[in-house]
């Protein structure tokens, strides 16, 4: 069983940023990847970055340039830099790991953190 503990949500203002991390424990896949994703009010969940065991990362447009997820082996622990925040990325954040051709929704989920940002 793999446990992942979302930390670093909080509010802060348009233009500011946050780093969340994501820290796993348990049975740790060899071969993986990772992710962040989010999730605003009446809103489906989407993909913001992911990253694999390769460190091949990607983006969704709407945060290239401003944000950044990077994985601390050693630690086994997730971040995502945030930089330059906007109103639009008020979200609940979620970070995910799952096997190497398995989709994401089949891995496993931390319970959800808050970033809000204020105009």
């Known amino acids: 069983q793999m446990k992942l503990v979302e930390a670093g949500g909080g509010s802060v203002e348009t233009g500011g940023s946050l780093r969340l991390s994501c820290s796993a424990s348990?049975?740790?896949?060899?071969?993986?990847?990772m992710g962040w994703f989010r999730q605003g009010s009446d809103e489906e969940r989407e993909a913001v970055a992911t990253?694999?065991?390769?460190?091949?990362?990607t983006y969704d447009d709407s945060v290239k340039g401003r944000f950044t997820i990077s994985v601390d082996k050693a630690e086994n622990t997730l971040y995502l830099q945030m930089n330059n925040l906007q109103p639009e990325d008020t979200a609940i954040y979620y970070c995910a790991r799952w096997p190497v051709g398995w989709e994401p929704t089949r891995g496993y989920w931390g319970q959800g953190i808050q970033v809000t940002v204020s105009s």
């Open positions: 348990g049975y740790i896949w060899r071969t993986y990847s």
């Open positions: 990253i694999d065991s390769d460190d091949k990362t």
